[in-house]
């Protein structure tokens, strides 16, 4: 019934074979496809356009007191608060309305590697992110020469809360892309369903307090704006239980056993 | 060794059985053929061997082990389970580069493979939503066959391919066999598996019902035989209390020996067109039995009649 031989095969040299790839190569990996398809290529130069749009504006009007480095950084970071959850979303959605998970999987068996990677690949992003809006900033900044005092004043703890920031929105896309699986209703899920839960905090009174913790247009806009108490970083973590650490663990458990098709 | 191995594999899905105490092995060196219609099984026990899905019963075991527990499945297993599973917005050796850095290979062997599937440098530039499904189905041979594998599992790869494709694709199938490497390659259609492979195994409604050798499965396929008055002929066989089975090109199928229907058409007065071993008449019509006597062949019968064309 076959023809079968002991021998190992021969003209095949597993070179390789035998070491399984390293995370640090699976987050390059998850890297290079965020900007490789078409979608992805032209989120991120839009990001790029936008931001610069944004310190052009913010240098050539507004009063002298908004030229300097800290309001102008402010404004620079609001298109990657939009943008880089969508980036985020589209990282882990893609793979199956793309259904290229089942290669993905198919290469990397233990899926948990891969959402990892996919995690550091978003959180390095951010940072390039970051730090190209932060250079962009202070070429506004500089140009704009306003004069005013404190031009270049920016305390450490709020520059650390900004790369927080601007890090932990972009994780916010993954957990929701990860739990929902599907690009569109993740996206709009992203930005409807936190408006939906502000606006029912607001409206019901019974859910005021609650408000309070888990309403992220209360809790997290801020964290551009001055550095946070104690109560304003409790109420934050609250909100990121609510919005990155539940998505999270729901989409973890969906990204490794859900079936791909 | 088996190099593939399904042990009673099983799989439910909304409480019915879509592949049960599916069993068989692949050994190196050989080529198998996994037939049957479409929506028999073929892909979601496929997909298990590959840990893409859980088995609800049964041991899938890809180089002695579970796939799961191969370090770096790539290069040693090269799959192609749907062609269509690429990024749209992606170009055809950016598809390919990623997957070889996902697995260390080096990025040189890109082109070199585009160039063994007969993609040109357009084609590589080209995005995958433009690619046709023939150009589709060379690019996922060429993934397949990215990170030099020993074992080759490909699901329906013919699909899609023009005639020329496929024999190019049987003659590289046949060498990688050849050089001791292991193929299981699915098919719906009889001919394009035929050819090439060592082994068959015929999947029907979820369960194996037949699996051997070409010559295995055709022992006992019986004689074809036809005649210009069919009718004539099918009633002379019955009288002679034979089972013959209507075959699709007309004449029938009997259980007996050339030499007895010979006999038989002699007697009863049948003028006959065609008699002999039925061969690939027979296998045809052994698949076509097979397949659709299976239970739940029903919904598939359209495709069954593809398949044996």
Redesign the interface.
Known sequence: ?????????????????????SLA??T??EL??MT?????FWLLLSLVGLTALVVVISALTGPALDHRFQPMLYNALQPGTVLLPIIGILLVT?EWS???A?????????RERVLAAKLLASVVLATVAFVATLAMAAVATAASASGVDGQWTLGAGLFGQMAFSTAISMLVGVGFGAALLLSAPAIVGFFAIPIAVSAATHVVHALRGVGQWIDQARTLPDLLDHSYSADEWAKAGVTLVVWLAVPLAIGAWRFTRG??R | MAMIESLGLTKRLGGRAVVQDVTFRCEPGTVTGFLGPNGAGKTTTMRMLCGLSRPDAGTASVLDGAYRDLPNPGRRVGILLDAGAQHGGRRGQEALGVSAQMMGVAAARVPELLELVGLDRRAARQRLRQYSLGMRQRLGLAHALLGDPEVLILDEPANGLDPEGMRWMRELLRDFADRGGTVLLSSHLLHEVEAVADQMVIIGGGRIVAAGTRAELLADAGTLVCATDAAALGTALSAAGLAARPHADGGYVVDAEPEEVGRIALAGGVALTRLGPSESAGLEQLFFDLTSGAPDAGPAAADLQEAVR
Do not use: C, N, W, Y
Request: charged share 25%; glycine share 8%.
């Open positions: 019934m076959s023809t079968a031989t002991a021998t190992r095969p021969h003209g095949f040299h597993a070179r390789g074979a035998g070491t399984r790839p190569r699976l390059k990996v290079r496809k490789d398809t078409r979608a992805g893609s793309q259904r290229t089942m290669i993905t999987f198919a290469l990397v068996p233990h079936e791909v």
